[in-house]
């Protein structure tokens, strides 16, 4: 069960360099969610989906782009990366139903140095 | 708005100490609540949900009730074990809604 897989793992880009930040999930969810964990805090929610060709932002989507042109993906783009955004992404589907839960990817560790 | 607040951390018990972590919402009308866990350097876990009033949410020897009337979603625990160290959120949901996340307790379990 592969559940949602997040690429890479680990990376350290340069100030003004861009990445985009993959996430896929084979559990046929409808909603897809991209959030960041700065150290010691909480999750803050970036950008969310609620199905293929709807995105919407959340609570800090400066800096950010995603995209959802199939079910199954949700990349989220950085277009000039800045130290602020170094920071520990999760990414997590559900579906639709209040008592569904979310399901979260192993993470991607961004630094910007 | 919708919004969850958690007991600040971190919390340090001995082994096999009881353990409470304190959540409340603040929502309109009835959420589906939820505890995830987040082990070092790991995504987060569902641990236990409850889905409407009086529910018990149950897992790995975690419990916690969803009152309705206090607007909370305590967790607790008999005996903590040291594989319990991790990073405990509380969160809601309504149905077709994005979730809310408390801002995690991190809770260290010494033998």
């Known amino acids: 069960n592969a559940g949602v897989t997040q690429t890479p793992k680990f990376r350290i880009l340069k100030i003004g360099q861009s990445m985009t930040l993959q996430c896929a999930q084979d559990?046929?969810?409808?909603?897809m969610y991209w959030y960041r964990q700065d150290p010691g805090m909480g999750l803050k929610l970036i950008y969310y989906?609620?199905?293929?060709?709807?995105?919407d932002k959340g609570e800090v989507p400066n800096g950010y782009n995603v995209s959802r042109s199939t079910t199954e993906d949700f990349p989220l783009r950085l277009e000039l990366a800045a130290p602020s955004q170094t920071s520990v992404y999760f990414c997590?589907?559900?579906?639709?139903?209040?008592?569904?839960?979310?399901?979260f990817g192993q993470g991607t560790r961004l630094t910007v140095v | 708005g919708n919004s969850v607040t958690q007991m600040e951390g971190p919390v340090t018990l001995s082994e096999e100490a009881f353990l409470t972590i304190n959540c409340t919402y603040t929502?309109?009308?009835?959420?589906?609540l939820f505890w995830y866990v987040q082990y070092p350097g790991e995504g987060l876990q569902l641990l236990l949900k409850a889905t409407k009033a009086d529910d018990k949410g149950s897992n790995k020897g975690f419990e916690a009730t969803y009152r309705k009337e206090t607007t909370s979603f305590h967790l607790e625990k008999g005996s903590v074990q040291v594989s319990d160290s991790a990073v405990y959120f509380c969160?809601?949901?309504?149905?077709?809604?994005?979730?809310?996340f408390g801002t995690g307790t991190s809770l260290t379990v010494i033998p």
């Open positions: 559990m046929n969810h409808n909603y």
């Open positions: 969160a809601l949901r309504f149905t077709g809604n994005q979730f809310y």
């Open positions: 989906s609620v199905g293929a060709g709807i995105t």
């Open positions: 997590a589907s559900s579906t639709g139903q209040g008592l569904s839960e979310a399901f």
């Open positions: 929502a309109t009308g009835y959420p589906s």
